[in-house]
């Protein structure tokens, strides 16, 4: 396993919301040079990483992206994890910080306020393929 591997960008999301498994998935079948690691915030390294971040473990309303010693939160990250994929998700990313970053992160509190209720809850936390499971952090 290179450097790369054991010390990528890791991607913390919610393992129980249907909307972010797919945001991993998505993420998953666009990164072929495995840049990302992931950690549901029901996870261990979930949590740490985030209360590392000032952010409370049990509040799944944060997107969060560790990376490069930083810890980005919300459409901040979203942009970074957009901007570190190929064409055309990194022009999405340029185009979507052109958006005030107060503008960006209401629509994302707003969706994130409500996507139990807009796109369900899972009944257990996002399980991985048996071959992408070593970029998930337990």
């Known amino acids: 396993m290179n450097d790369r591997r054991q010390h990528g960008p890791i991607i913390v999301f919610d393992g129980d919301c249907v909307l972010c498994s797919r945001w991993v998935r998505f993420l998953l079948d666009r990164d072929p040079d495995e840049k990302f690691r992931f950690a549901a915030m029901q996870t261990e390294a979930g949590r740490q990483i985030l209360a590392g971040?000032?952010?409370d473990p049990d509040d799944p309303s944060s997107f969060v992206l560790a990376a490069d010693g930083d810890v980005?939160?919300?459409t901040t990250a979203i942009?970074?994890?957009?901007?570190r994929l190929n064409a055309p998700?990194?022009?999405?990313a340029r185009l979507?910080?052109?958006f005030p970053k107060a503008l960006r992160d209401w629509a994302y509190f707003r969706i994130a306020r409500n996507r139990y209720r807009l796109f369900g809850k899972r009944a257990a936390c996002y399980a991985?393929?048996?071959d992408e499971a070593w970029r998930f952090l337990r």
């Open 128 to 130: 991985p393929a048996p």
């Open 53 to 55: 971040a000032g952010l």
């Open 89 to 92: 998700w990194s022009f999405l």
């Open 96 to 98: 979507v910080a052109l």
């Open 72 to 74: 980005l939160r919300e």
């Open 79 to 83: 942009i970074a994890v957009l901007k």
